[in-house]
């Protein structure tokens, strides 16, 4: 995990120049008519998901985004349509942008025990607390936009950790991205913004075959879907992952498939394993609601690879820990699947709600057997937006978990949480 302090001294070595640069350029310009100070990016960079969005996705985005514009208006002018950031003649633009996500969340566990874990009953009080800060290069070149990511997070444990760290030239990226193997990611709810975000290395590359389709294709790190913490061996092949994406209308289809091998620390054969998922979003057109109301399905299948069901991970809203004493050589061998139901409907600008139902069905070796673990989750919220880009929440939530594992009991967990969220620019 990057140290703090190397962090903050490399952000202030990123500024320096940059600052320099700025300067400058006011500058040699301070004696120049207005019209030809240029200080805001003449451009609006896409964002990291718009990669291996269709073409005719984006081109429906940025109608949607158009705004009339008065041809006397300047560069720097705030009715302008120059685009975010600070433009550098001849180096592109500097954007910096973030969030800071602050809450509290109030729990109650009932845990019915298994062979292994006595019942247990208790509730608690949680102050959390999650900060990123985002700092994109962006130029445009012959060979595509060129666009350099770096992403921070930290909480209020003061963990500083990376999540993003990438390059992309026109539709090819390398680096810490998201995968390309998560479609929703429940940014709707707030235990998704009070968590870390996870990314694993990629080099990945994006084709459009026709103004509705894409294909991508992405050789990702396998060690970001391990599900325990001991039994691994050295990998020797990345994951495999292929999205297939295709929008019309106010719907969005996608489907993923990938590959992935696990081997084992005592010298046993590698295994293989695969995961398929299909997702599919319609949006409920309406100019006021601003494409926060629309509905979800999404389902997914896995052998041989529980990491590509959300196992162990915080940010998943399909979330089954397992115990750490389950090895490699059991955890990974389970199969199962996962499923999940959103509905997001914004009542009016500034009022908005949502809510969803998922689960995870896993299979896998246990003491006496092959044993099955059921986990639910919801959550559903109501969100007030008093000033633009700050947002604040009230969600309830339920997990519940049927086991037949020994090291995994039965339990129900009930939460109730209020947080702000504050992103910026």
């Not at 019942?119 to 060129?146: C, E, F, R, V």
């Not at 909480?155 to 998201?178: C, K």
Request: glycine content about 8%; aromatic content about 10%; some cysteine.
């Amino acid at each position: 995990m990057p140290d703090a302090k190397k962090l903050v001294s490399y952000a202030g070595l990123l500024f320096i120049p940059v600052a320099l640069q700025v300067t400058a350029a006011s500058a040699q310009s301070a004696d120049a008519p207005p019209a030809e100070r240029v200080l805001a990016c003449p451009w609006t960079p896409p964002d990291a998901e718009d990669i291996d969005k269709p073409q005719a996705q984006l081109d429906a985005e940025n109608e949607s985004k158009d705004k009339p514009t008065d041809d006397s208006s300047t560069a720097g002018d705030s009715d302008s349509d120059a685009g975010p950031g600070i433009y550098i003649p001849g180096n592109g633009c500097i954007l910096i942008d973030g969030s800071v996500d602050a809450g509290v969340e109030a729990t109650s566990v009932t845990v019915k025990g298994s062979r292994l874990t006595p019942p247990t009953k208790s509730g608690m009080t949680q102050w959390q607390l999650a900060d990123t800060l985002n700092i994109t290069h962006y130029s445009q070149t012959d060979y595509g936009d060129l666009i350099t990511r770096l992403g921070i997070e930290g909480d209020q444990s003061n963990n500083i950790s990376l999540s993003s760290a990438s390059v992309t030239l026109g539709r090819n990226v390398i680096g810490l991205e998201t995968s390309f193997f998560a479609d929703w990611q429940a940014d709707e709810f707030s235990f998704r913004a009070l968590a870390t975000t996870q990314s694993p290395f990629l080099v990945a590359q994006v084709s459009r075959p026709t103004p509705n389709t894409t294909l991508t294709l992405s050789l990702e790190d396998p060690t970001f879907r391990r599900v325990t913490i001991s039994g691994y061996g050295s990998p020797q092949f990345p994951d495999l992952v292929g999205r297939f994406r295709y929008t019309i209308g106010n719907w969005q289809f996608i489907a993923n498939a990938a590959s992935h091998q696990t081997t084992f620390f005592d010298g046993s054969p590698p295994l293989w394993g695969a995961g398929v998922q299909a997702y599919a979003r319609y949006a409920f057109a309406n100019e006021a609601q601003d494409d926060k109301s629309y509905v979800i399905f999404q389902l997914a299948r896995a052998w041989n690879a529980p990491g590509y069901l959300g196992i162990n991970t915080p940010t998943s809203a399909f979330k089954i820990s397992l115990p750490g004493a389950l090895g490699a050589n059991d955890a990974e061998r389970a199969d199962g699947w996962n499923g999940a139901a959103v509905v997001s409907w914004a009542w009016s600008s500034k009022w908005r709600s949502a809510a969803f139902a998922s689960f995870t069905s896993l299979t896998l070796p246990d003491l006496l057997g092959t044993v099955s673990v059921l986990s639910t989750r919801g959550a559903a919220n109501l969100t007030y937006t008093p000033v633009e880009n700050l947002d604040l929440t009230l969600e309830a939530g339920l997990a519940k978990v049927t086991s037949t594992n020994s090291g995994i009991p039965s339990a129900r967990q009930w939460s109730l949480s209020f947080s702000m969220s504050r992103t910026f620019p």
